[in-house]
């Protein structure tokens, strides 16, 4: 019988499928079963990928919210709870040591039960745990509050990244991810305007918990992941996390809704259905079902960890070096945390921001007189909140600058280049005499660190295979955390004393990253697995 045939585009080869024939015999209603690469392609680029940027976006700025309400709360509860500085710091570390837990065990949880349950769980108790605290009268209250609140904050983050990557084709994946990265820029200015609006403000008091700003200021914080939650309840599971569970079928379903968006509604998909490929299901090796939660678990993070770790085909080698390579950016957590101090250093003492302010020779701690604290509160200058905004907008031209240029050139270069830039603008903070050169710098610095963030959230889902993508996003958002207390640590150690030494180690710590990742592979354009 001869056959004739119609070509389709695809993103990345042309596909011929059997038109209808004169030959009786020949069905021309039939449709071919195809491949999981095959349906991708055919499902296109469209309007599905940016409502997808919009919902995982917001979710990735509710993180950065998260983060920020810190912050920018810390001076206040100073005053409101009556405790010393050096105690509220704990508060920082509740929330990070959350984030490590989190970010591990719900990226473990991903690739076990699936990525949309995880990120809608995780967002929930991130905006449930945030809203208690804002109700807390006491410091450990709050603390445990907001360490529950960071484990639901730490999942939500690199599951969302691999859930996304999931949708996108290779050949726009890496500028989708550095869009969707630029989300955490959008999270900061909002939080910045918040905390504008309403810690100064005495007109929010009558509606404020307990009368007092701040309360209603992480109230407002915690709304973010609570609607973020309810929209991804409404998304669909990730159609390659499905295939590679070996449920084809719910895969396939996904992929022609995708096709539909992209293509109208009144399109029809020009596959019956895919192939069950047996040979690239994961592979798991977990306990029977009557076995606890908590083994299940244990045996999933051993399973993950023992593929990221393996040494088949450089896993190893190429997980040593992204370890590194995040920790070192993540150290930078440590001297944006402080940020304001040196702002506010540099206009008291119209020098150094490294300048130590007048020793405290009482026994109460130091407050509005010496300005030592990360953010404002009543009474103080509110330009604060105008310099973090400028330095939180400084991340967009960096953002624009990976989204043209991350899927031409690839990660690994971008990569680099922001290490080492990083490294040279963080020791210009020294030099700087006055708060107008702190905010260029800081501009500068945030630009820096956004190149490398964006790089790194490009190359970690190309890098590992489905079977692992979540579990080893959540393992270095873990690792990580440990780098930003680490980081944290150093700065306020050495701010009062040495600030100098403090710079230098920060920038040896970046140039570390950039060695690094000269191990790394360029992924650029690369399948996922």
Known sequence: MNMKYTKLETEDSPIFLPEETEDA???????????????????GFGKWQILLLFQCGWANASDAIEIMCISFTMSSMHESLKISNERLTSLTFALFLGMMIGGYLW????DTYGRRRVVVQSLFINSIFSALSAFSQQLWVIILFRFLSGVGAGGSLPVCFSYFSEFQPKNRRGAMISLLATFWMAGNIVAAGLAWLILPSQAVVRISPSGEPWRLFILLCSVPSFTSALFFHLMPESPLYLAKSGETAKAFLVLTKVFKWNHGKDAEMPYSGMFDEDDAKIERNFPSARVSML??????????????????????????????????IAFSYGLSMWIPTLLERAENSSGSPCQAPPLNTSNLPLVDDNKTTTNNNDGTNPDIYIDVFIGSAAQLPANLLAIVLIDRVGGKPILVFGYLMTAAVTLMFYASKNKTQIVIVNALFNCGTTIVFDAVDVIIPELYETRVRASANGFLTAWSRVAALAGNAVMGLFIDTNCGAALVVFSVVFLAGAISSLFLPNTRGVDLG
Request: charged share 20%; aromatic share 12%.
């Open 25 to 43: 015999n020949y069905s021309g209603a039939k449709k071919p079963t195809g491949t999981y690469a095959q349906v991708f392609d055919c499902a």
């Open 295 to 328: 083994s299940k678990i244990v045996n999933s993070v051993t399973y993950q960890w023992k593929v990221m770790f393996s040494l088949e085909q450089g896993r190893r080698r190429r997980s040593l070096a992204l370890s590194c390579a995040c920790f070192s």
């Open 107 to 110: 990226g473990s949880l991903a």
